[in-house]
C-alpha cells in the first residue's frame, strides 16, 4: 500500500480539530488515528503530555532535583564508561545489577565521589579491582570512598552492586506493565530519573564516553536498547542481550526495551549508496503489519535530516524503535521508544524523534532550563522535513500548525515541575526560535550556523542557549544577543499594528509612508526584529522590503504606483499578531532628515509629519535641543548654538483639533566650527588686544571660557596653557610666527 506523505493543507491552515480530547490526552492504542492529520500543536501536545504523566508525583521529583543540585561535588570527577549488567526478574519485578565506573579525576586530589541512586534501592557492595570501598548514603545520593586518594588526571575505577524493584506509583522510570497478556517492561528516564534502576552520575553536562550493556531476561522476551547487539547468550530459560554504545552517550538516553516483540529490520543507505546502516524495529505483533507501512518512512526522514543538519550522528551503529506503554515518544539514542499505539507511528512522531537523534543526543542541553535545544529543534525539523520533501508551502504551512500564543519564557526557570519542563512553549515556540532565526539570517548564514553547531565543540557534549547563540554569532558575524533576549528570556509575542498614507512622489510616482507600532503591554515591550513589508499596487503586481526594528516608528518608500495592500510579514517569518488601522497623524523621522549644523553658523530645519488637522503644537522632551535652538508651531528648529556634539531628543507634537498625539526621536550633529581666526577668542573673526585681555582673564582670574576652545589653542597642543597666550602676544606686538587652530577635546 502506498502511503500519501504530503500534509493536507486545509486541515493545517485552519487548524480543524481532528482528533478527540480524549485520544490526545490519553493512549491510542487499540484504536487507529490518522495521526498523521491532526496539527503539529496536537502532536506536540501528546508528545510532551506523554513525558509529563509518567512523572506524576511532583513533591517526589522535587525532592530529586533538590538532590542532584546538592549534589556539587559531583563535578572533582569525569565519567569515561559504564559497564552496565542488569538481570531483570519480570515475575517479582526485581532488577540485579552490578555498573562498572571508569573514571578520571578532575580536582587534583579526588579520595570520594558521589553516585546518584535512589534511596528505595539496596546496595549490595562497592568493589575496586584490590578490595572493598566504603560508602555512605544520604537521601538519593551514594557517597563512595576510593581506595586512595586520586591526583588530577589520574583514572579510577569500582563495581556497584545493587538490588531492588525500582519505585511505582506513577513514577516508573523503570516501568513492568502488560498488553494483550504480554509483558511489557520499558525504561524512561528523562528528566532526573536514571538514578531510580541504576547507579549513576546522573547529569548531562557529563557523558560517559562508551557504554557496554548487558540485559538478562527470560527468553520469551527481546531487548531494545542502545548502541549495537555484539552477542546474545543463552543460559537455561535466560538470555542476555550484550549491546556495545561507541558514542558518548547521558545518563538519562540509556534505555531498555522488553517484550515478545516482532522484529523487523530495514536498511539506510547514505554516502551516494557507498555506505548503509541498520535499521531495527521492535514492535508488539499485532501492530507488525502497520509498522511496515509508517517506519517505512525512516531511511528517508534519515536522510532529509542529514541533509538539513549534517549526517546521522551514530551512523557507525543503527537507527529504530520500540514499542513501549509509555503515551509518547522517547528519543533514546540509537533506539527510540515508541507508544505502540498508532501515534507512535505517525510521521511527524518519527521526524521528531528522529531528530532527537542529532538535539539532544547528540548535542544535549547542559540542564532542563534550556530543554528547547533539545525540543524546539526537534519540533522544527519536522517542519524542515516538509521543506525539504515539499517546498516552502508545505514548510510555512506546518510552521503556522504550531504557532504559539500563550506566556511564559522559554528558558524554564522551574524545573522541580516537569509540566514546565516539558510542556508546548518549548516544542512550539522552541521551533518558532528557529525558524525566526532563519527568517533573520537568511538561508545561506542559517545553514552555516547550523553546521558550526553540528560540528562545534559541544557535538556528543552539552550546550547552554548561550552556547548556541555564541557558536552561531561566531559563524555568521552576526551579533545575535537581542534576538535570545528577546525570544528566549522575553514573553508572547509582538503585536503590530500598521497603517499607511501615500501621496504623489516630488519626482516620480508615489511616496508611501508605511507606519508601524507595536502595541503589547508585555515584556519585552518591544522586539527588536527586522520584518517584512507587502505591498499590492493597483497596476498589478507586488513587492516586499524588509525593515529593520519596527517598533512606533515611519518607513518611507518610493513606489512605481500605487498601492492597494499593504501587509506586515506576509510570509510569517515572526511570530506575530497584525492589524491594520486607520493613518491619523505621524511625525515622519528618518536617519539624516535633519541636517547637520555647524558651531555659532545659522541653522535651520523642519520636522515633517503627514496628516492631521494643521493646526499643531509641538514640545521637545526625552533629551534637549542644543543651546540656542528652537521649534515653533510649523515644526521649523532654528537658531544659532554655541554647543558641539550629537544631540538625541524626541519631539512631541498634538494636533489641536483633535488631541491626537505623535512622537518621535531624533538625532542633531552640531559639528565644530570649520574655520575662523586662531587666537579669536571672543569670535569677533578678528584678532586683537580683547582676545588676550579674555585669555588673561580664563587663565587667571576665573573668567568665561573661550565659546570655541580650538580657536585660543594656537600651538595645537590639544591643551590651552601660558604658551598660547605667549604665542598670541608674539604674533600681534612682536611678528611672531603664525597662528594655527587647535585640537582642544
Known sequence: MKRNWKIAKTILATGLILVAASVLA?????VIVDWDKATPSQIHEKLWEGKARSLLDQEFTRSLKSSETAANTQTNYDVLFYDINIRVDDTTENLYGVVKFVATAVDPSVSQVEVDFQSNMTVDSIVN?????????????????????????????????????????????????????????????????????????DRMDDKADSFYISIMVDTAFYVGSNGLIQSVDTTGNAHSYHYRVGYPMATYLFSVAISPYTVWQDTWYYNGGLDSMPLIHAV???????????????PEVLTHLSDAFGQYPFDQEKYGHSSFLWGGGMEHQTMTSMTGGTFGFSLPVVIHEAAHQWWGDMITCESWPHIWLNEGW??????????????????????????????????ISDTTDVWNIFSTIVYDKGAWVCHMLRGVLGDSLFNEGVNAYYNSQHQFAAATTEDFRDVFEQATGVE???????????????????????????????????????????????????????????SGGDSTMMVADLRDKTARFNNPASVTTVKVDPSNWVLKYSSTETWTMHLISFDGDLGDGEQLAAYEDTVYLRGGSGDYTYSINEGSLPSGLSINSSGIISGTTTEVG????????????????????????????????????????????????????????????????????VDASCDISITDLTAIVDYLFNSGAPLVLGCVN
Not at 490519553?26 to 487499540?30: C, F, Q
Not at 556497584?160 to 502488560?178: C, V
Request: charged content about 20%; some cysteine.
Open 26 to 30: 490519553g493512549s491510542d492504542d487499540g
Open 129 to 201: 579491582p584490590t578490595g572493598t570501598n566504603s560508602y555512605t548514603r544520604s537521601g538519593n545520593v551514594v557517597t563512595v570512598t576510593l581506595d586512595k586518594a586520586y591526583l588530577q588526571g589520574e583514572q579510577f575505577e569500582f563495581d556497584f552492586y545493587y538490588h531492588g524493584q525500582p519505585i511505582e506509583d506513577g513514577l516508573q522510570a523503570f516501568s513492568f506493565g502488560w498488553r494483550s497478556g504480554d509483558r511489557v517492561i520499558a525504561s524512561l528516564s528523562e528528566p532526573y530519573l536514571a538514578r531510580t534502576w541504576w547507579p549513576c552520575k
Open 378 to 411: 526537534a519540533s522544527y525539523a519536522e517542519a524542515v522535513f516538509y521543506l525539504q520533501k515539499f517546498g516552502w508551502a508545505d514548510y510555512h504551512s506546518y510552521m503556522n500548525g504550531m504557532a504559539y500564543s500563550g506566556g511564559g519564557t522559554i528558558y
Open 284 to 298: 508488539f505483533p499485532d501492530m507488525y503489519n502497520y509498522s511496515l507501512t509508517h517506519y517505512d518512512a525512516t
Open 480 to 538: 545575535l544577543d537581542w534576538f535570545f533576549e528577546d525570544w528566549i528570556y522575553g514573553t508572547y509575542r509582538p503585536d503590530y499594528v500598521l497603517s499607511y498614507w501615500e501621496e504623489p512622489a516630488d519626482s516620480t510616482g508615489f511616496d508611501l509612508y508605511v507606519h508601524v507600532r507595536q502595541k503589547q503591554t508585555t515584556s519585552p515591550n518591544v522586539f527588536r526584529m527586522p520584518v517584512d513589508l507587502y505591498f499590492q499596487y493597483a
Open 646 to 713: 550629537s544631540f538625541t531628543f524626541t519631539v512631541n507634537v498634538l494636533d489641536r483639533h483633535d488631541f491626537y498625539r505623535d512622537k518621535q526621536p531624533f538625532t542633531l550633529n552640531i559639528l565644530p566650527m570649520s574655520g575662523g581666526v586662531p587666537g579669536d577668542f571672543d569670535v569677533s573673526f578678528e584678532l586683537n588686544i580683547s582676545d588676550v585681555t579674555d585669555l588673561v582673564d580664563f587663565m587667571f582670574a576665573g573668567g568665561a571660557a573661550p565659546l570655541v576652545p580650538n580657536l585660543v589653542d
